[in-house]
C-alpha cells in the first residue's frame, strides 16, 4: 500500500520505503528509511537550464536529506511526502554503456567469436541501422522501466540525439569516432566535429556532450590525437572499447591473426599495422579525468595496474562478453578484489551483442557468471556497480542517497523484503519493474 498525503504546493518532498538501498561504499541500508528532496517545479527547471551558460552541477534538484521516515516527517512537516510498504528506495540506476542506435537488432548478428560477429556486423550493419526510431524510443522505456536513471549513451552517427535528449534521462552523451584509413581523416574528423556540436546544442542540467574513441583496432592515432583535444576542451568523460577478444590483443602485441586479414582482405590494406602497442593506447589517456574503459576482459595485471594509477573505470557488460567473446571480467577485477580496487561501472551494451538492453537483467546475469564469490558480497558489489561506480566514472555526482546528491532516485516493490536479511540479493533476484523513478526531482514512472 503506498500511503500518499499532498499538503500544498510546497516542493520539498519526502519518499520512503521499508528498505533503503544508500549506496555507498559500506552498502548501508535503513529501515523505513527516506529522503527529502527538492522536487522543481517545470516553470523553474526550464528558467534553470535557459538562464545561463553555466550548467554546473548546482543547476537540479538536489537531496536535503536522508533517513529513518518518521524522524523526516517530523524535521519536514509540510513536505509531501509518500511511502511505499514491501518497497525498496534506492538511487536510480546507472547503465554506463549502451549503444541506442544498434536497437534494432534481434538475430542479424553471430555470436561466439568476437572475429566472427564483427564480419556479421560489417555485412548487416545498414540494414540494422535502417529505421531505428522506434527501436530506440523502445529501449529508453526500458530504461525508465528498469529503474535506470543515468545513461552513458555511446553514439556512432547522431540518430540517437533528438530521442535521448527528450527523453528525461540523465545521459552522458558519447559522440564516438571510429576510422582507419589515414586519406581521410580530415572528412572524418569533421563529421565527427559536426555530431560534436550538435550534441552540445543539447547541453543542460541533464545532459553532457562527451567524446568516445571506438577502440584501439579501429581508430587512427592521428584522428584519435584530434578527438581527445575536444575532450580536453570538453573537460567531460571519455569512452573507448579496449581488449575486448584475444584477437584484439594478438593484433596490438603482434600485428597477426584475426585483425591482420581483416584490414588485409576485408578493406584490401597493404601490409597493415597496428596503430598503437597496448600501452601507448593507455598513455592517451593521462592526465584525463572520468575515463571509462569498457570491456577490458584481455588485460593483462600490469594494464589493470595502470588503469587502477590512472584512477580509470572499467565498464562491464556480463552477457556482451559471454556472448562475443565467451568469457567475463575475471573476479581479480571486480571492485571489491582486495588488491587492486578498480572502480567497476555495469552497462547492458547494445542490443548488437544482447538479448535486450535491460540492466535488472543484465545484473541477474552477473550474479550468476561469478559463482566462486561470496553470493551476498558479490549481490552489494553489483549493485554499486550499477548506482555509484556508474556515476562517479560518469562524472554525475548521483548514485548515492546522501545530502547534495542529485534527486535521482528508484522504488522497487518486492514482496516481503522485510523478511530478508539478505536484502541486495533478493533485490537483484525479484526486481522486475520500477514503480517510482525520479530524476533530477521529477516523476518520469
Ligand atoms: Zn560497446
Given at each position: 500500500m503506498v500511503r500518499n498525503q499532498n499538503t500544498s504546493q510546497n516542493t520539498q518532498k519526502i519518499i520512503g520505503a521499508n528498505r533503503v538501498f544508500v549506496c555507498d561504499e559500506a552498502f548501508s541500508v535503513i529501515k523505513n528509511g527516506g529522503v527529502v528532496y527538492e522536487s522543481m517545479p517545470k516553470e523553474q527547471m526550464a528558467q534553470r537550464a535557459g538562464d545561463s551558460m553555466d550548467f554546473t552541477e548546482s543547476n537540479g534538484s538536489k537531496i536535503l536529506a536522508v533517513g529513518e521516515y518518521e524522524n523526516l516527517v517530523r524535521a519536514y512537516p509540510h513536505a509531501n511526502r509518500e511511502f511505499y510498504d514491501d518497497g525498496v528506495?534506492?538511487?536510480?540506476?546507472?547503465?554506463?554503456?549502451?549503444?541506442f542506435e544498434?536497437?534494432?537488432?534481434?538475430?542479424?548478428?553471430?555470436?561466439?567469436?568476437?572475429?566472427?560477429?564483427?564480419?556479421?556486423?560489417?555485412?548487416?550493419?545498414?540494414?540494422?541501422l535502417s529505421n531505428i526510431t522506434k527501436s530506440v524510443q523502445e529501449a529508453i522505456a526500458t530504461q525508465l522501466v528498469n529503474g535506470v536513471?543515468?545513461?552513458?549513451?555511446?553514439?556512432?552517427?547522431?540518430?540517437?540525439?533528438?530521442?535521448?535528449?527528450?527523453?528525461?534521462?540523465?545521459?552522458?552523451?558519447?559522440?564516438?569516432?571510429?576510422?582507419?584509413?589515414?586519406?581521410?581523416?580530415?572528412?572524418?574528423?569533421?563529421?565527427?566535429?559536426?555530431?560534436l556540436e550538435q550534441s552540445e546544442a543539447h547541453k543542460s542540467a541533464i545532459f553532457t556532450p562527451a567524446v568516445a574513441l571506438h577502440s584501439p583496432y579501429s581508430l587512427h592515432n592521428i584522428y584519435a590525437k584530434y578527438v581527445l583535444q575536444e575532450a580536453k576542451k570538453l573537460k567531460a568523460p571519455v569512452s573507448a572499447h579496449f581488449l575486448e577478444s584475444a584477437h584484439e590483443r594478438e593484433w596490438l602485441l603482434s600485428g597477426s591473426g584475426y585483425f591482420y586479414d581483416f584490414f588485409a582482405k576485408t578493406f584490401a590494406v597493404p601490409n597493415p599495422k597496428p596503430f598503437y602497442s597496448i600501452e601507448g593506447f593507455l598513455e592517451q589517456f593521462i592526465g584525463l579525468e572520468n575515463v571509462l574503459l569498457t570491456h577490458c576482459l584481455f588485460a593483462s595485471e600490469s594494464e589493470l595496474q595502470t588503469m587502477f594509477q590512472n584512477s580509470h573505470t572499467i565498464v562491464t557488460c556480463p552477457r556482451s562478453n559471454?556472448?562475443?567473446?565467451?568469457?567475463?571480467?575475471?573476479?581479480?577485477?571486480?571492485?571489491?578484489?582486495?588488491?587492486?580496487?578498480?572502480?567497476?561501472?555495469?552497462?547492458?551494451?547494445?542490443?548488437?551483442?544482447?538479448?535486450?538492453?535491460?540492466?535488472?537483467?543484465?545484473?541477474?546475469?552477473?550474479?550468476?557468471?561469478?559463482?566462486?564469490?561470496?553470493?551476498?558480497?558479490?549481490?552489494?558489489q553489483i549493485l554499486q556497480s550499477a548506482t555509484h561506480n556508474g556515476a562517479r566514472a560518469l562524472g554525475v555526482k548521483s548514485g548515492i542517497l546522501q545530502k547534495d546528491y542529485n534527486a535521482d532516485m528508484a522504488v522497487f516493490k518486492i514482496p516481503k523484503i522485510t523478511q530478508s536479511a539478505q536484502e541486495a540479493l533478493q533485490f537483484i533476484l525479484h526486481a522486475k519493474k520500477a514503480t517510482r523513478l525520479i530524476i533530477n526531482g521529477k516523476k518520469l514512472v
Open positions: 528506495l534506492l538511487p536510480s540506476l546507472v547503465n554506463a554503456h549502451i549503444h544498434f536497437s534494432n537488432n534481434t538475430t542479424s548478428f553471430m555470436y561466439g567469436d568476437f572475429g566472427r560477429w564483427l564480419d556479421s556486423v560489417i555485412a548487416k550493419r545498414d540494414d540494422v536513471g543515468l545513461v552513458g549513451a555511446i553514439s556512432s552517427y547522431g540518430y540517437d540525439l533528438e530521442a535521448l535528449s527528450n527523453s528525461g534521462l540523465r545521459v552522458v552523451y558519447f559522440s564516438e569516432a571510429m576510422g582507419s584509413n589515414p586519406s581521410v581523416i580530415d572528412a572524418l574528423f569533421g563529421d565527427f566535429k559536426t555530431r559471454r556472448l562475443l567473446n565467451n568469457t567475463y571480467l575475471p573476479h581479480l577485477q571486480m571492485g571489491g578484489a582486495k588488491n587492486l580496487m578498480l572502480n567497476i561501472a555495469l552497462g547492458t551494451d547494445g542490443k548488437s551483442s544482447n538479448a535486450d538492453v535491460s540492466l535488472l537483467e543484465e545484473m541477474r546475469a552477473m550474479l550468476f557468471a561469478y559463482p566462486h564469490t561470496d553470493l551476498s558480497t558479490l549481490a552489494q
